[in-house]
C-alpha cells in the first residue's frame, strides 16, 4: 500500500558558490537519507516521482521556490505535504529570517543580501499557497560547525527557524505541524555519524524505529516524540565536552503547532499493507519541548510578517486525516491542550500540559 497521497520536498544546502565559510557538506547526505527513507516502499512509502531531491547545486534560491511553487500545483486538499530543510538559517540587516541557498551571498558583517536567499516572508507566501490538508515543516537550521572545537575566532553556526516565523506558519493552512532541530538560543550539533544527529534521529523514526505503528501509520505526535529524546541523549553522549561548553549541553527539538490540533499520519509505518482506524487520542509527553499556540496569536505572527488576509478558524479545525489509499479515517481533533510556556535558551524547557496556551 502507497502513501499515495504524500508530496515531499528535501532540500540539503551542502556548499555555497559565493560563501564557502558557510559549507556544511553533511546536511547534503541529511537529505539523501530523509528522500531514500520516504521513497522507500518498505518504510514511508511516498511515490518515488512525488519526493524531490534538491542538494548542492541544485539547492538555489531560483530551484527551491520553484519546487515549491510545483507542490502548491499538485498538492490537493486530501494531500499529506513533508518539506525538510538541512542548511543554514541566518538574518539580513533588517533583521529578515532567511533560510539559505546554495547561491546566497552575505555582507562581511554576515548578514544575507536580499534576494539571494527564501525570505521568511517568501517561505509564508509559498506555503499559503499549498491547499494540502497536512503539512510537515522540519528545518535543521544551525549547524554548530565542526566535530572539535573551535578555540579561536568566530565559528559559523547559523540560527534557528524564529519562533514567530513558526507561528506565522501554522496559519498558513490547515494541519500544519514545524519542527525545529533546537530552540531558539541553541544549537544543532553535526556529531560523529555520517549525518547529523537530528536528521540520524529522523530517519530512524521514519523507519519506525522506537515507535509504534498507529493503524499502520506514524503519528506526527510519535515522531516528534521520538526526535525529542532521540536527539538529547545523542548529544549527552555523542558531543564532546568541550563542544558543549561553547555552544551549550542541550539540544531540544521543538514542535509548534496550533491549540488543540491533534496527531495525524505522516508516512506508512514499516510499509503497511492495510489502513486501520487511526487513533486520535495519544498525546505527547510533559517534558517534550512543546510550543502550543493559539489561532489568534499565529494569525498576529502572520500579520507581523506581512499578511492581513488569512482567517485561521477558517483553515484549521477539524480537518480530515486520509490514509494511505485516500479513504478518510477520521479529523485532526481539537480540545484544550497547551503549553505552558516558550522556553528559549541552554537548557531551557517547556512542557505541555491540558491548561493554558501561548
Known amino acids: ?190 556529531g560523529p555519524g555520517p549525518l547529523t544527529i537530528f536528521a540520524q534521529a529522523l530517519t530512524d523514526g521514519l523507519r519506525g524505529q522506537g515507535l509504534s505503528g498507529r493503524a499502520g501509520y506514524i503519528s506526527i505526535f510519535d515522531l516528534y516524540t521520538h526526535l525529542y529524546f532521540a536527539v538529547r541523549e545523542a548529544v549527552e553522549q555523542h558531543v564532546p565536552t568541550a563542544m558543549k561548553q561553547i555552544f551549550g549541553a542541550t539540544q531540544e527539538p521543538e514542535l509548534t503547532a496550533l491549540k488543540g490540533v491533534g496527531p495525524c499520519p505522516v508516512a506508512l509505518y514499516r510499509g503497511a499493507t492495510s489502513p486501520g482506524d487511526f487513533p486520535t487520542d495519544h498525546t505527547l509527553p510533559d517534558r517534550a519541548a512543546v510550543r502550543w499556540v493559539k489561532p489568534d496569536r499565529s494569525q498576529w505572527a502572520l500579520q507581523q510578517i506581512g499578511d492581513r488576509n488569512v482567517n485561521v478558524s477558517d483553515s484549521v479545525t477539524n480537518s480530515p486525516i486520509i490514509t494511505g489509499d485516500n479513504n478518510i479515517v477520521g479529523n485532526i481533533t481539537t480540545g484544550n491542550v497547551s503549553g505552558t510556556g516558550i522556553a528559549i535558551g541552554h537548557q531551557a524547557q517547556a512542557r505541555a500540559s491540558q491548561s493554558g496556551s501561548e
Not at 3 to 11: C, P, Q, T, Y
Not at 24 to 38: G, M
Not at 39 to 63: H, I, M, N, W
Request: charged share 15%; with cysteine.
Open 1 to 190: 500500500m502507497p502513501f499515495s497521497h504524500g508530496h515531499a520536498l528535501v532540500i540539503g544546502v551542502g556548499s555555497y558558490q559565493h560563501e564557502p565559510r558557510l559549507n556544511v557538506p553533511i546536511t547534503v547526505a541529511d537529505a539523501q537519507a530523509v528522500a531514500s527513507v520516504l521513497r522507500d516502499p518498505r518504510f514511508c512509502g511516498y511515490p518515488e516521482p512525488q519526493v524531490t531531491l534538491l542538494t548542492d547545486t541544485e539547492a538555489t534560491r531560483k530551484s527551491i521556490l520553484a519546487a515549491l511553487d510545483n507542490l502548491a500545483q499538485r498538492a490537493q486538499s486530501t494531500d499529506t505535504v513533508f518539506i525538510f530543510f538541512s542548511g543554514h538559517g541566518e538574518y539580513s540587516a533588517d533583521r529578515v529570517y532567511q533560510l539559505t541557498t546554495h547561491d546566497t551571498r552575505m555582507t562581511e558583517n554576515r548578514e544575507v543580501i536580499h534576494g539571494t536567499a527564501i525570505s521568511q516572508t517568501e517561505l509564508i507566501e509559498r506555503l499559503r499557497a499549498i491547499q494540502a490538508g497536512r503539512l510537515f515543516l522540519l528545518i535543521n537550521a544551525c549547524h554548530a560547525g565542526e566535530l572539535s572545537p573551535v578555540l579561536s575566532g568566530s565559528p559559523f553556526t547559523g540560527q534557528p527557524l524564529p519562533q514567530n516565523v513558526a507561528s506565522a506558519a501554522l496559519a498558513t493552512g490547515s494541519g500544519r505541524f514545524i519542527i525545529t532541530a533546537c530552540r531558539e538560543g541553541q544549537v544543532a550539533y553535526i
